[in-house]
């Protein structure tokens, strides 16, 4: 089975701290995705990556950069956390360019005091 | 980014009854996908759309791509406990390009 696994299940940090999300997956898959999840709002893509070091900004990525140096991990960094970036956070992997299906990990719950 | 009106955006059924839900766009997706969350789990694929008009079966679960290939449909019947979570629709344009989410419909069933 496709395992996605992310660092944490719940964070709290303060204002100004830079945040490490970590996600890893365990099948060799080439696409890489962050999404931010907020209530009314559904998934809205942070940054995804088709490579190692490779990455290309979503429809969200201001105030938010990634890092993927191993094809199994790919890290988002809020580079100094504000209150509006309290968010559920998901990481997702895929096979290939053009796959439908993106295998999800169970989500970061972000709050940012 | 474009996202896709999905709706209602909350349901409270009763056990047994059965569910329907859509997602309408202003513009055109050559892919249409239904995923389901269960509460404090990432959303897991459950029915895939190719062609419009389609209409496609997964157990209780029946989903079409619409005519038009603006819209798409998730019906459930006969509704169960395990069906709460949060349902979302996703478009894709075209091979390669990302996937647009829906806001998402919460269910919830009482038993």
């Known amino acids: 089975d496709v395992k996605v696994t992310q660092s944490s299940r719940y964070l709290v940090k303060r204002t100004g701290e830079k945040v490490f999300l970590e996600c890893v997956q365990d099948m060799d898959h080439e696409n890489m995705f962050w999404y931010r999840q907020d209530p009314g709002l559904g998934l809205r893509l942070i940054y995804f990556s088709y490579d190692v070091k490779m990455k290309e900004k979503g429809d969200i990525p201001e105030g938010y950069s990634v890092s993927r140096e191993k094809k199994e991990r790919f890290s988002l960094i809020l580079e100094s956390a504000s209150t509006n970036q309290t968010s559920m956070y998901l990481c997702?992997?895929?096979?290939?360019?053009?796959?439908?299906?993106?295998?999800f990990g169970p989500g970061t719950r972000l709050t940012v005091l | 980014g474009q996202q896709l009106n999905q709706s209602p955006q909350s349901m409270f059924i009763q056990e047994g009854e059965d569910v329907s839900m859509n997602c309408t766009s202003s513009?055109?997706?050559?892919?249409w996908l239904w995923y389901k969350q269960d509460p404090g789990e990432g959303p897991v694929l459950l029915i895939a759309?190719?062609?419009?008009?389609e209409l496609t079966s997964n157990g209780r679960l029946t989903a079409q791509f619409g005519i038009t290939r603006k819209d798409s449909f998730l019906n459930i019947s006969a509704s169960i406990p395990s069906d709460v979570g949060i349902y979302f629709c996703?478009?894709?344009?075209?091979?390669?390009?990302?996937?647009?989410f829906g806001g998402g419909t919460r269910l919830m069933v009482k038993p």
């Open positions: 997702a992997s895929s096979p290939r360019e053009g796959s439908n299906e993106q295998f």
């Open positions: 996703a478009g894709r344009k075209n091979a390669g390009n990302m996937l647009t």
């Open positions: 759309l190719y062609k419009a008009g």
């Open positions: 513009s055109i997706f050559n892919t």
